[in-house]
T-cell receptor, first 114, second 114 residues
Framework: DTGVSQDPRHKITKRGQNVTFRCDPI?????LYWYRQTLGQGPEFLTY????????KSRLLSDRFSAERPKGSFSTLEIQRTEQGDSAMYLC????????????FGPGTRLTVL | KQEVTQIPAALSVPEGENLVLNCSFT??????LQWFRQDPGKGLTSLLL?????REQTSGRLNASLDKSSGRSTLYIAASQPGDSATYLC?????????????FGQGTRLTINP
């Protein structure tokens, strides 16, 4: 499968714990995006990378959230001291590096914070 | 600020009918508009992408149109089938330097009744 992959697919954690998600983009894609989707809503942008550089971060990305893409390939999204409000689907997408290029999404990671 | 609205929020039609889903956006300065399909608990599948210079795109039974000046797009589904049941999301990328994020509507939840 040459699409975008995400791991894990589901994560249940207790409030206050740290969690880390991984995203592997389509291999030739330079850009990688993270979005968050809560129930009944459309996805909301969190951040994006071009190669290893993080070029834009949303105000939704509080200090407890950090994303990395150290070698310009896979990316990780870490949430520290999780809160119940962090419960959501976390979606990763990738695209080629030109303006307005089509974004392709992975299956998402469903986070439940108890 | 770009805002994207989808009406109706939910739609239920009998199998075989042709139907139209609507999407409107407030800022006409866009690079492109994408239509996605999302099955319950799953990631997003890209259906059609319309560049800002295009008026429409077709894929099988799907046809998407774009009227940038009025800030509207429609997704036409011909001869609907129960397998078309899903949530349909539209999203735009604004034509701003560095602004590569997709801005989504809340989606239309479509149910095709056999």
């Amino acid at each position: 499968d040459t699409g975008v992959s995400q791991d894990p697919r589901h994560k249940i954690t207790k409030r206050g714990q740290n969690v880390t998600f991984r995203c592997d983009p389509i291999s030739e894609h330079n850009r990688l995006y993270w979005y968050r989707q809560t129930l009944g809503q459309g996805p909301e942008f969190l951040t994006y990378f071009q190669n290893e550089a993080q070029l834009e971060k949303s105000r939704l990305l509080s200090d407890r959230f950090s994303a990395e893409r150290p070698k310009g390939s896979f990316s990780t999204l870490e949430i520290q001291r999780t809160e119940q409000g962090d419960s959501a689907m976390y979606l990763c997408a990738s695209s080629l590096a030109f303006s307005g290029s089509e974004q392709f999404f992975g299956p998402g990671t469903r986070l439940t914070v108890l | 600020k770009q805002e994207v609205t989808q009406i109706p929020a939910a739609l239920s039609v009998p199998e075989g009918e042709n139907l139209v889903l609507n999407c409107s956006f407030t800022d006409s300065a866009i690079y492109n508009l994408q239509w996605f399909r999302q099955d319950p608990g799953k990631g997003l599948t890209s259906l059609l992408l319309i560049q800002s210079s295009q008026r429409e795109q077709t894929s099988g039974r799907l046809n998407a149109s774009l009227d940038k000046s009025s800030g509207r797009s429609t997704l036409y589904i011909a001869a609907s089938q129960p397998g078309d049941s899903a949530t349909y999301l539209c999203a735009v990328i604004r034509a701003l330097q560095g602004a590569q994020k997709l801005v989504f509507g809340q989606g239309t939840r479509l149910t095709i009744n056999p």
